[in-house]
């Protein structure tokens, strides 16, 4: 069954460092998404992306976060200056709005650990 | 009017029993609402999703259960196992490929 695959699974950064989040969607879905999860709490939307834009965003994707594709197959999540609070899981997932199919395929994360 | 509202927090219940988890929703917009099962470390993983347009779904031991017009819609897992035990998201998408919003999970342990 085809994957989402995120790298690194565990990332540790000094804060104020920047970051670089990395994610390979399923090769024929056409959106994308990057969701995080603090700790033992729910998944918190962050952005949408399409055709090369970000189509929505939440207020937690501030100036400090970038999106990507930098070519046909990754999709990256910039932070540019980390904040304790950024520590959380984040999930890339993907979807295609092919016929019948309404499935969002998550990744397995990378826990971004800020000190 | 985005929020989805996931009870009860937690549950346990033994090997064999039925376990129910509870959303509620107000955007009326709303169009698709999948369940997710997430185990430690890992990410969330599609169970189940109902569309609005049906009242009833199963697969497999799980059932989603939708009712419109009380904006309200349940998992059921029958004969529930160990390996069951996870935490569980409800979710609501309000149109073709846009944001899911998830509720705030429900941590079900089943005893032996």
Known sequence: ?115 | QQQVKQSPQSLIVQKGGIPIINCAYENTAFDYFPWYQQFPGKGPALLIAIRPDVSEKKEGRFTISFNKSAKQFSLHIMDSQPGDSATYFCAARAGTASKLTFGTGTRLQVTL
């Open chain 1, 1 to 115: 069954e085809p994957e989402v695959t995120q790298t690194p699974s565990h990332q540790v950064t000094q804060m104020g460092q920047e970051v670089i989040l990395r994610c390979v969607p399923i090769s024929n879905h056409l959106y994308f998404y990057w969701y995080r999860q603090i700790l033992g709490q729910k998944v918190e939307f962050l952005v949408s992306f399409y055709n090369n834009e970000i189509s929505e965003k939440s207020e937690i994707f501030d100036d400090q976060f970038s999106v990507e594709r930098p070519d046909g197959s990754n999709f990256t999540l910039k932070i540019r200056s980390t904040k304790l609070e950024d520590s959380a899981m984040y999930f890339c997932a993907s979807t295609s709005t092919g016929m019948g199919n309404y499935g969002y395929t998550f990744g397995s994360g990378t826990r971004l650990t800020v000190v």
